[in-house]
């Protein structure tokens, strides 16, 4: 069976960048809340960092939790910030997954690294499912799941996510 490849991660995927353009618009946005602000910040660059870390280990039950975490605070936050890219200081850099060559992708829109970050989940699930034996019914039942899970990722991605991704969002170069 093939499996989808992951999302290259870069090293400047990993920058701190986006905590200090967060920072900066929020305390713009609402004063009186720094200290909620910065726990809000905080907990976007750890999730970040987390989930960064589950697509270069592979796949795990861990990585599982790292991913779907993202996903819960992303689903909130993404359509809240997403107005203010513009305003935002930070990008988000990610490498092709089906390329041999170095090639990345540079945008500031959350929607694109939320759609990166979801596109390696699917990725990890196939992956977790090639490598099911298959020899047996019980192998081919759990194998199917793993790759019906991916499948409903990618369709997440596909009309949740990829509608709100800019238009000027650049091709991989």
């Given at each position: 069976m093939l499996a989808i490849t992951s999302q290259k991660i870069t090293a400047a995927s990993q920058h701190g960048g986006h905590e200090v353009a967060l920072r900066r618009l929020m305390s713009h946005l609402a004063p009186g809340l720094a200290v909620e602000i910065e726990k809000d910040i905080n907990?976007?660059?750890q999730l970040?960092?987390?989930?960064?870390?589950?697509?270069?280990?592979g796949p795990s039950d861990l990585g599982l939790q790292s991913f779907l975490r993202y996903n819960y605070h992303m689903?909130?936050?993404?359509?809240?910030?997403?107005?203010f890219r513009d305003e935002l200081d930070w990008e988000f850099v990610w490498g092709e997954a089906f390329s041999s060559?170095?090639?990345?992708?540079?945008?500031?829109?959350?929607y694109?690294?939320?759609?990166?970050?979801?596109?390696?989940?699917?990725?990890?699930?196939?992956?977790?499912?090639?490598k099911i034996l298959r020899n047996t019914d019980e192998g081919i039942r759990?194998?199917?799941?793993?790759?019906?899970?991916?499948?409903?990722?990618?369709?997440?991605?596909?009309?949740?996510?990829?509608?709100?991704?800019?238009?000027?969002?650049?091709?991989?170069?």
């Open positions: 907990s976007f660059v970040r960092r987390a989930v960064l870390n589950a697509i270069s280990s689903r909130d936050l993404v359509p809240r910030l997403e107005g060559q170095e090639l990345e992708t540079r945008s500031k829109s959350l694109f690294d939320w759609a990166s970050v979801m596109w390696s989940l699917g990725a990890q699930e196939s992956h977790r499912g090639a759990t194998a199917c799941k793993h790759f019906q899970v991916a499948a409903g990722i990618f369709e997440f991605v596909l009309s949740e996510i990829l509608p709100h991704i800019p238009a000027d969002c650049p091709a991989y170069t």
